[in-house]
């Protein structure tokens, strides 16, 4: 069994920083892609940022410039370094990996359980 756990998120004024981490843990054999996603309230799950495991990058316009996602292969996790945030990025936060299980070799997509960012004066 795999799991992703999230950390990181919480309060913090417009302008402000957060960082975000996500830990893959359990039968995980490799990782390939991992990825942010966000979802407001009343909107669909979007892509925020996604990396490679050769670590290239892929940014959504709205936060090109502001967010940045690094991985720490050795560590099995993705981070998420959120600058000049804007209370439109207020959301539930989800990271997501391509993981091939040790156990079952199988390859699939497995979602960590999100964690709030909230952007507030």
């Known amino acids: 069994q795999v799991q992703l756990v999230e950390s990181g998120g919480g309060l913090v004024q417009p302008g402000g920083s957060l960082r975000l981490s996500c830990a893959a843990s359990?039968?995980?054999?490799?990782?390939?892609?991992m990825g942010w996603y966000r979802q407001a309230p009343g909107q669909q799950r979007e892509l925020v940022a996604s990396?490679?495991?050769?670590?290239?990058?892929n940014y959504a316009d709205s936060v090109k410039d502001r967010f940045t996602t690094s991985r720490d292969n050795a560590k099995n996790t993705v981070y998420l370094q959120m600058n000049s945030l804007e209370p439109e990025d207020t959301a539930v936060y989800y990271c997501?990996?391509?993981?091939?299980?040790?156990?079952?070799?199988?390859?699939?997509?497995?979602w960590g359980q999100g964690t709030q960012v909230t952007v507030s004066s």
């Open positions: 997501n990996a391509d993981v091939r299980d040790s156990l079952t070799v199988r390859r699939r997509t497995y």
């Open positions: 359990g039968s995980v054999f490799s990782i390939y892609d």
């Open positions: 990396i490679t495991s050769g670590g290239n990058t």
